[in-house]
């Protein structure tokens, strides 16, 4: 079974303004439905997150659906011991009623309580999926180079190993991966 990153169609982020606490989300887009195996990214001073994904309940309606509910990134927000950390988020983290959908999109909401840092957000956003979730057309598009050989018994570590490879090419740091 091969880990395959899906290609993101578009990528923005969204403020509410507002009094503080400010809505803050980063909307990530497929290209089609795509059944999430592992949200990646790298963190930059938020303290916590909720992700919600783009789901088809019935033909030709979607709804937001809750896939992880105020996941923590940081011990503490006040401190930034750990305000840039590599993260890596598994299905099996997902919600229960949420399940293994398959999403068109997945929003990242961004929670910050303390006053100290001026801004946070994400960095680096990537989503994978196995080549055995995927189906028909996109698979073919999608392996077309996408694919990643993994030997490893634990698909999460064998993760965690390639994002601490890049992240040392690229001058990140690397060693503190969650």
Not at 31 to 45: E, I
Request: net charge positive; aromatic share 10%.
């Amino acid at each position: 079974m091969g880990l395959v990153e899906v290609p993101i169609t578009d990528q923005r982020r969204v403020t509410m303004d507002g009094r503080p606490p400010v809505l803050v989300y980063y909307e990530v887009k497929f290209g089609s439905p795509v059944q999430v195996g592992f949200l990646c990214f790298r963190n930059f001073y938020c303290a916590s997150i909720s992700v919600k994904g783009l789901a088809y309940i019935e033909e030709g309606k979607a709804n937001w659906k809750i896939m992880i509910r105020r996941h923590p990134l940081m011990k503490d927000p006040h401190f930034e011991d750990d305000a840039q950390d590599q993260h890596i988020i598994s299905s099996q983290q997902f919600e229960e009623s949420f399940g293994h959908r398959p999403v068109t999109a997945v929003r990242f909401y961004l929670y910050q309580p303390s006053p100290n840092w001026e801004s946070y957000n994400l960095m680096d956003m990537r989503c994978y999926t196995t080549s055995k979730a995927l189906k028909g057309s996109s698979k073919e598009s999608l392996l077309e180079n996408k694919e990643l050989k993994i030997k490893s018994k634990s698909l999460h570590s064998a993760l965690s190993h390639t994002l601490r490879a890049a992240a040392s090419m690229h001058g990140v740091g690397g060693k503190n991966f969650k």
